[in-house]
């Protein structure tokens, strides 16, 4: 496969379960290296780079959270240990988080357990975009980042995400279609390949491997209702 993401652009990355989405996320942050090809940043290949370099130009977060068992504050403080605390509480706000945080006893000083066991899997998500808001790296790249929330909530976090991310590049991987309505480029993989590329209307008048994805998502949310 090819493919080429501009800076500043929004690109979601969708297809069936194994077609290797979050493995694309994964190569483009070096989590391993490719066998063969490789992967470009700014025209130069992602192995030139120091591991601090390029992951200092990322931010990440994906569907499995990694929590200390410290303090919500300590927590989200590690995406950038000399942020400020109104920093802080602006980042934890863009990720619905801090009204949750300010109606605990102890608030931002509240201790999470071991890998966050005294937060729900919906809690452990938002912690984690807020890490991600207050990083501010030039790219962000989410692997299904709202899947543990409800639509309210996904749909207040998408509009923060408008709100402070316009200028960022952002990859998407996403199995609900709903929430990448307004991204600038929808890349359909199959078995590793790019099979179908376009924005959500192109894709949705084209009736091909996009268009009976989101009737599968619909479907799905009907049955979940």
């Known amino acids: 496969m090819t493919l080429t993401i501009h800076a500043g652009e929004k690109i979601a990355i969708v297809g069936k379960s194994g077609c290797g989405k979050s493995t694309l996320l994964k190569l483009i942050g070096r989590f391993y290296d490719p066998e063969k090809g490789e992967v470009l940043l700014d025209d ?14 990322l931010s990440l977060v994906f569907q ?6 410290s303090s919500i504050r300590e927590n989200i403080q590690f995406a950038r240990p000399d942020a400020t605390e109104e920093e802080i509480m602006e980042a934890a706000r863009g990720a ?9 006893p102890e608030g931002y000083d509240t ?12 809690q452990k998500q938002r912690l984690s975009l807020a890490r991600m808001f207050l990083r501010k790296a030039p790219i962000v790249i989410l692997d299904e980042p709202t899947s543990a929330l409800d639509n309210v909530t996904e749909n207040l976090i998408l509009r ?51 268009y009976r994805l989101a009737n599968e998502d619909v479907s799905q949310e009907v049955i979940h209702a």
Do not use: C, W
């Not at 130069?44 to 130009?57: G, M």
């Not at 201790?111 to 919906?122: N, T």
């Not at 995400?161 to 993989?189: E, G, P």
């Open 44 to 57: 130069v290949p992602v192995a030139n780079y120091s591991f601090a370099s390029l992951r200092n130009a």
């Open 64 to 69: 499995d959270v990694y929590l200390f068992g």
């Open 96 to 104: 619905q988080l801090h009204e949750m945080i300010m109606n605990l």
């Open 111 to 122: 201790l999470v357990g071991e890998r966050g066991v005294k937060l729900s899997g919906g």
């Open 160 to 210: 923060s995400f408008q709100d402070t991310l316009k200028h960022v590049t952002i990859i998407t991987v996403a199995h609900r279609l709903s929430t990448i309505r307004d991204y600038d480029r929808i890349i359909v993989m199959d078995a590793g390949i790019v099979i179908e590329t376009g924005t959500y209307d192109e894709l949705m008048r084209r009736k091909g491997a996009f």
